[in-house]
């Protein structure tokens, strides 16, 4: 928080981009993310012919969808459950959809956190391009790095998709006010939400999910003492992990503590289902990302 308004997330991205420009870095850690992006276009050296390997099979694929899901690299690659829930959810409610396999190139998130804009205007390029002769209307994820990288960066690297862009809890949310999805199973649990980085302080979606939370029946929710824009990272981003993983445990260790209070703890990122959920093993306290919650309790 900068009392002057000075644009924190900006200015250490910015400073971070020197710094490589200038071969102070990337950290060890974080090269081998960019020689993969460049090679295979995924920071996991996945191969990118199975990218679409996680859509559900019962999930029907349309030629001239409404909504291009995108997956992203870890949803691709790492935490299929997600992207599969979420395409179910929106099938439930007769959203028409499509991807666009291997031709969803990394959005280059986790390099531009890293100070590494190497690969940014050709990631941009292929998914806008691949994307815009799709025909669709809207771009939905479940990923909240995605989300920023997508809705907002794209515009400084190239141009943005033609498509309106929203994260998950931002669509699903529509669709539940509009009764599409009703959510008449009871969650009698005692929760709190986390708001991931990329989705909350740099991108201001705040309600949605909580609005989507509200409407399970029988839920008990509280918010933690630091919320919204005054949330607390999960420790999980911005490569932190990847370099520092002891430093990123005891972050998580902290959220943790802060929400001691609740049975669940709902996120809307991969990247904080992770890492808060592997500090939470050893305790009384279940990690969840929201579009799960939503699949298990509709009618």
Known sequence: ACHAN??????WETVRTWMVKNGVGPLSAHKGMGEK??????PYGGDQAHRGDWWPAEVPKYDQPDVIF????????RQQ???????RVLNRAGVKMNILGADEWCCSSP???TGDTTHSLECAERIVEKAD???AKDMVMTCSGCYKTISTDFGTY???VGQNVYHFTQYVNNLIKTRKLPLLQPFNHKVTYHDPCHLGRHCEVYEPPRQVIAQFPGVDFQEMKYNRQF???CGGGGGVRAAYPEESAKIADTRLDEADFADVIITTCPFCVTNLGAQAKDRDVKVVDLVELVDEHLQ
């Open 158 to 160: 190239y141009a943005k």
């Open 81 to 87: 459950q997600i992207p599969q829930t979420g395409v």
């Open 231 to 233: 949330s607390h990272c």
């Open 6 to 11: 000075i644009p924190l997330v900006e200015l």
């Open 111 to 113: 390099l531009l956190r």
């Open 37 to 42: 992006v460049g090679k295979v276009h995924n």
């Open 70 to 77: 995108f997956a992203g690299c870890t949803g691709s690659f």
């Open 133 to 135: 002769g799709m025909g």
